[in-house]
């Protein structure tokens, strides 16, 4: 099982937070298509992998939390996202084509 010490947002007095992943959840999740929801009190994301040229899709992954958790992460991806760009250049948006899927939001 690996283990991960990290300062936690919202943890008091700069305490850190010791995060365990086990082996399975280590290994990861491809997903090339998400979908966004919400109500007024949670975010469901569902994080999907869909096949070339197949009629059937499935969830990999989903993750129910609160609008403010929802907020930090966005704004922690938007931050990694232009970490990455300093680094390695801009990440080009390609158009879908029928056999590639853009993230959707409903």
Not at 53 to 67: D, E, F, G, H, L
């Amino acid at each position: 099982m690996s283990k991960d010490k990290t300062q936690a947002a919202g943890q008091p007095g700069g305490m850190q937070l010791q995060v365990e992943v086990d082996d399975a959840m280590a290994q990861g999740a491809y997903a090339n298509l998400a979908l966004v929801a919400h109500n007024a009190t949670e975010f469901v994301l569902d994080f999907i992998f869909v096949q070339p040229q197949q009629p059937k899709a499935k969830v990999r992954a989903r993750v129910i939390s609160s609008p403010a958790h929802t907020k930090r992460f966005l704004r922690a991806l938007s931050e990694n996202v232009a970490r990455y760009e300093q680094i390695y250049g801009e990440i080009k948006e390609v158009a879908a084509g029928p056999d590639e899927h853009q993230i959707k939001l409903h």
